[in-house]
């Protein structure tokens, strides 16, 4: 599913040009639950970026289903964000003015589909993360783990073949933390692809694998015995 | 355009910013509601100054004789100088330019009054004798009846057509003039019609205050042979009347033995120049209204600008969100330019409606009153074209701040 081989990544700072990613090669198949730690600066969030074609790369090649995923323009990477990728953000990203039931509605409303289908789906999508009382309420009348589950309904809507979700629970407390990786699993089960980047061990130690990153470059891996997938 | 998201978004955003939103309009509303009533009225000035030249053939004027002052081939200075037939005959054939003559005779000679008397009523009128070319020259309204024809004129028929003033004055009220008989000077007349001045003021007064008789009947009736007191003229419509004039007094000139330099002989007088200034005088506050109103459309358009400007940096997030879910570019300038439009057309359009009401009581309260005003008004076409200016400009004023929102790259809106 995912197949990146020697990226290389550098931002320049005037003239000294800073290296973050030192050339990765990482395999992820689909159906894998994953999660990418390490310690700040290591790099695991340009990475997260770049597999989530928010940000270019210098070198290497980048394989997302298959296809190459390097030079895209603005109009081509917003369709593969649109058809093949869903995001969920630490902070949420919830639009403010927007209900849930329309914030999860929202990545079908750039694939053209009508009003009255993606509701519809987006109502199915905020059942099945336990939501469906809450679908009128805008966001900020909602709990942080309420906030996730409405933004992993809203990643899930467009039937990415990836989930990709950055420190998904670094804004919530320990319990609501549970929750959210359990929906990630149950996800998971469903057959999506999950890329989860995080600091905290226990939320690694729920992914079926784990890729630690140091300094630009993968350092191991471990495999979680009894974790999901 | 039809996107209820679209419109559910931009109405969100006006609500969240009502007063900044509002304040802007304004600046839009304002713009388009000044130009309406500055052109508006300027059409009314227009109206109300050039009403009194609208009664006149475009390019007309008038020729008659005085006395010379120069001595030539053999003829003593001092001479006075009078037209006849003959000398509208040569001059009808000789000027290419010229489209109708109007020659007129009066009776008591200018400014003159005549016993006008009908049944036990007597009072002062001008009584001219006319063909019916000067009608086209100044034109009149027939309120009753018709003017003189051809054939008035050809056959020497003793009728009249007299002005609203003198049917009120001769007449009981409600009474209908035509068929009656008036005297002229002791000659019966039949009234065939009544006319009404499109002019206004004094000229108006004189205008009503006066008969028309057929040219030849009032050279029979009061002895005056082939006698004509002044020319009256119409150029072609493309000619100079200043053109036509000096041929005019060309051909009397050569008729009537007088000095070629002899300015003094022959009295002119043409409107051309009076009609040339006047244009030019109301076509110069016609651009500059338009160059008043353009600029403070512009402030308008340019304040819409700014806002959006604002707005996009405020939705830099949420831009970023839209991004990483899918939006391509295009679908955020669209949203971007769609909300400036929907902003300076609205308000636009508000400005239109009011100008537009303001202009209409101003109609309304002045009426046909004032002298050197009438008739406020902008026409469709204006209104129309004012407000594509504005969509237009809406449209370039959500440009920049469109560009400036599809710019903003997915990565950093959502970091900071």
Excluded at chain 1, 75 to 81: D, E, L, N, S
Excluded at chain 2, 28 to 50: A, D, I, P, S
Excluded at chain 2, 170 to 197: C, M
Excluded at chain 2, 232 to 261: C, L, N, Q, T, Y
Aim: charged content about 20%; some cysteine; hydrophobic content about 45%.
């Amino acid at each position: 599913m995912i197949h990146i081989q020697q990226i290389r990544k550098s931002y320049r700072m005037g003239a000294l040009s800073l290296e973050v990613l030192k050339g990765i090669d990482l395999t992820i198949n689909e159906g894998e639950l994953v999660s990418i730690m390490g310690p700040s600066g290591s790099g695991k969030s340009t990475l997260l970026n770049i597999l989530g074609i928010l940000d270019q790369y210098q070198e290497g090649e980048y394989h997302l289903a298959g296809t190459l995923m390097k030079n895209l323009s603005e109009r081509k990477a917003a369709y593969y964000r649109n058809h093949y990728l869903g995001f969920v953000f630490q902070s949420f990203h919830l639009l403010e003015f927007k209900n849930a039931l329309e914030n999860v509605a929202l990545p079908l409303y750039y694939q053209k589909v009508s009003r009255r289908r993606r509701n519809r789906q987006a109502m199915e999508l905020l059942e099945r993360v336990g939501l469906a009382d809450r679908a009128q309420h805008m966001p900020n009348e909602l709990s942080g783990g309420q906030k996730q589950r409405v933004a992993i309904a809203r990643a899930l809507i467009s039937d990415p073949k990836v989930i990709l979700a950055d420190e998904p629970t670094g804004a919530l407390d320990s319990q609501t933390s549970d929750q959210v990786m359990d929906l990630f699993r149950e996800v998971n089960a469903s057959g999506k692809t999950v890329v989860i980047v995080t600091h905290e061990a226990e939320i690694a130690a729920k992914t079926a694998r784990t890729i630690h990153l140091r300094d630009g470059v993968v350092q191991n891996e471990t495999h979680q015995v009894g974790a999901a997938s | 355009m039809f996107d209820y998201d679209k419109w559910q978004e931009i109405f969100a955003t006006i609500m969240k910013n009502k007063l900044r939103t509002l304040l802007t309009m304004f600046g839009v509303f304002w713009g388009l509601f000044l130009m309406l009533l500055l052109l508006g009225t300027g059409e009314g000035l227009r109206n109300g100054v050039t009403k009194d030249f609208s009664a006149w053939a475009t390019s007309s004027g008038f020729v008659w004789g005085r006395r010379t002052t120069l001595p030539y081939k053999g003829l003593r200075p001092g001479r006075a100088i009078n037209f006849d037939l003959d000398d509208a005959l040569a001059i009808e054939n000789e000027i290419a330019e010229l489209d109708a003559l109007a020659p007129r005779i009066q009776l008591g000679g200018f400014g003159g009054s005549n016993n006008v008397v009908y049944g036990d009523k007597t009072a002062a009128f001008s009584v001219y004798g006319d063909v019916p070319a000067y009608h086209r020259l100044l034109k009149v309204d027939f309120v009753k009846g018709r003017g003189i024809n051809p054939r008035d004129v050809a056959e020497r028929r003793k009728i009249a057509v007299i002005g609203s003033e003198v049917h009120r004055v001769l007449y009981a009220k409600g009474e209908d003039p035509i068929g009656t008989y008036i005297r002229l000077n002791g000659v019966f007349f039949k009234v065939v019609g009544v006319f009404k001045s499109r002019r206004t003021g004094n000229a108006a007064g004189r205008d009503v205050q006066s008969v028309h008789v057929p040219l030849t009947a009032a050279q029979q009736a009061f002895n005056r042979g082939k006698g004509i007191d002044w020319f009256g003229f119409i150029a072609k419509s493309g000619s100079s009347a200043a053109v036509v004039e000096g041929k005019m007094m060309d051909v009397i000139k050569r008729r009537k033995r007088i000095h070629p330099d002899d300015v003094n002989a022959l009295g002119h007088n043409n409107l051309e120049e009076d009609f040339n200034r006047m244009r030019g005088l109301f076509d110069g506050l016609r651009w500059f209204v338009w160059f008043v109103g353009l600029g403070t459309l512009a402030a308008g358009v340019i304040g819409v600008s700014n806002i959006m400007l604002i707005v996009v940096r405020e939705r830099t997030r949420e831009i970023g969100i839209r991004r990483a879910i899918g939006a391509t570019p295009l679908s955020i300038v669209t949203l971007i330019i769609q909300e400036a439009v929907v902003l300076t057309a609205f308000a636009g359009y508000v400005g239109l409606l009011l100008g537009i009401g303001v202009i209409e009581a101003l109609n309304q309260v002045v009426g046909t009153n004032a002298s050197m005003f009438l008739r406020p008004s902008v026409d469709f076409q204006t209104a129309v074209l004012s407000l594509v200016i504005l969509v237009v400009g809406g449209c370039l004023a959500g440009l920049i701040p469109a560009q400036r929102a599809a710019s903003i790259r997915p990565i950093e809106a959502i970091q900071s």
